[in-house]
């Protein structure tokens, strides 16, 4: 089992950046594919970025060249670094976790809120 608890969210500007963090409890996640999801309100969750066990990332087009995954394996912490950030950013964003063999997430945290004001 894979606890996920995410910080960082706020209220900025356009422009402002924003770091995001995830921090997971219980088994070493370093095993782990880690993912940032967004949800909009009205909209399906997209995902935003995804960072394999062996540092593969995949980023969403609408945030390549602005935002940047990370991960510290000591820490048991995957970040998101949120550069240039746009109104069309606002989301609740959400961490996730899967096994490299599964195809879905399994295990999710609670959220963090990122507000855009323009």
């Known amino acids: 089992q894979v606890q996920l608890v995410e910080s960082g969210g706020g209220l900025v500007q356009a422009g402002d950046s924003l770091r995001l963090s995830c921090t997971a409890s219980?088994?070493?996640?370093?095993?782990?594919?880690m993912g940032w999801f967004r949800q909009a309100p009205g909209k399906e969750r997209e995902s935003v970025v995804a960072?394999?066990?062996?540092?593969?990332?995949n980023y969403a087009d609408s945030v390549k060249g602005r935002f940047t995954i990370s991960k510290n394996n000591a820490k048991n912490t995957v970040y998101l670094q949120m550069n240039s950030l746009k109104p069309e950013d606002t989301a609740t964003y959400y961490c996730?976790?899967?096994?490299?063999?599964?195809?879905?997430?399994?295990?999710w945290g609670q959220g963090t809120q990122v507000t855009v004001s323009s």
């Open positions: 996730a976790a899967k096994s490299p063999w599964r195809g879905n997430y399994d295990y």
């Open positions: 219980g088994r070493t996640f370093s095993s782990y594919d």
């Open positions: 960072i394999s066990w062996r540092d593969n990332t």
